[in-house]
């Protein structure tokens, strides 16, 4: 019984990393923004499919895919950035917001244009392999995302919180007026912002496919939900809470999963982020709102 | 002239206004709903259950399931009161789904007539027949989303020009400003969330008795962002914005028929686009006042 609780807890937080992948890109690109990007996922995924086109048709390497992978993320992420970020003003955010939805109808059919049929193998990073701690086990793929994914968190830490360009990118996200005045480029900000979520973006699409070993036109819904749930669980803008809200997640979902089945799988994780947002609507690591005070310090 | 294909696309422009117009009042409330689907939802199955498992008459049903949609809205948006920007869109997304994948669940089933009929599951809810059983033709049916369709336009326009107008869209430009006014909030807002639960109930049950089947995929969250986008496009200076979005996708979708496999490239390109010049879509508030403007220097003249 408990050994199987905590199986599922040990699956869940494996599995949970890939949301925590996710989810720090989201959260990236939230913070500097305030505005929400609805296209990031589908934006992976069309670049994991030129990853996979590439794997396809040029050569059977996975370096080649991983290279490929990141690069048609970021291409595709400058897109998006100015197509419906930077030329649409900023006061309108549901405008920018509806326009990366359209953007990404647009992206998803270029991908099925790309390959059109309904599922793809998708490389394998090394051989999958079981690891076993006494009665637990646990997939090496999933162990060596898991890792990669800490690696990051703390990479980006140290970018955000140590370097001039990291506080560059606070100060706007704090104030972009104020941050103008210091004489930070506003516009540049965004455009690196842009760049380094799509990394990440792209290293996450990679892990998770090639865990999963093949990939389907549903994945950029799904690294969009899954990405915006771990967000919010975690608390918007804040690194940790994003690592730890995709962990949270992923433990919850292999629980319910597990004593259930898919369907109360999903209800469970959606009942849990609903909860969430009426009890603590800032999430475990965000910051308490207040709507009136916020609007009020605002015009002071 | 008018075949059954263009009727369907037409009665389908219609249906799908009426959901665009729910998500165009939470809109100019000041929040974003992903989750307008759902009241969609709730209402297709709770009025195609009245109807075909329970006997009731049409119009009855209609209302049903539409005040069930309404009662749903404003219990979300009373639970979700503390909330806005986008933890406000992400909530009602979770609400949605979780309306979704709950009817994935949801069984409930008679024998009538030898075969088992009603809701079962991700097997979804066939045999919605109330349209075949009283010889109902295409056009009579389109024709009776219309006048539905015009009375809610109508319903919707005396809102606008009313005092409870002003009040909803003053809660969009500056809640702040409005809670100085003295202006209830809290009661404003679910009172809105209400109504829009109500029109898309109504475009919900319409649709289940038009397609006669229903199944749960059908109010997934595409269903939402379009209708939201919608409004968007259209304008949200008036009420007949979101029905200009609609007439625009689903006219120019099945125009370009001719470009099959291309046309999200052309069209969300263009809506992209469309969006850095007109953010408030076409008909906005100020093209609304504009031509008012216009028409009324015309008219004194």
Redesign the interface.
Known sequence: MITDFVQNCIDGIMVGSGYSLLALGFTLVFGVLKRLNLSYGPSIMLGAYVGTWSFLNIADNIWLVLLTTICATVVIGIYVEQLCFRAVSKETTIASMVSSFAIWMQLEEIALHLLPERTYPFPAFFDSGLLEFGPFTARSEYLFMFVVMLLLLLILHAFIYRTRIGLAIRAYSDHPSASAYMGIDGSSVLFLAFIIVSIIGGIAGFLILSADSQITPFFGLWATFKGLIAMMLGGIGSLSGAVLGGLILGVIEANAFWYGDPVIRDISSFMLLFTMLIIRPGGIFGHKIEIHQKIASERV | MLNDYLLTVISNIGMISMIAISAYLI?ITGE?SFGQQAYFGISAYAGSIATTLWGWPFWMALIFGSFLAGVAGGLISA??V???G??Y???T???A??VR??L??FSYQFEIDGEWIGPNGSEGFGEIRWIFENDISILEYTLLIYLVLFLLIAFIYLIEHSKLGMIFRMLGQD??LA?VQGVKIIRYKVLAASLAGFAAGLGGMLYAHSFTYIEPQIFN?MLG?HS??YG?IGGLGTVLGPIIGVVLDIGFLESIRGIQ??R??V???L???M??FM??GILDEKRVHRFKKFWEGKTHV
Do not use: H
């Open positions: 809109l974003i639970l979700t503390r909330i806005n986008i933890y869109s992400i909530a997304l979770a609400f789904e979780m994948l709950s994935l669940k809640p702040l809670s969250v962002v939201l986008a968007l496999g291309y999200m490239i069209f969300g390109g809506m992209a686009v969006l850095i953010p408030r």
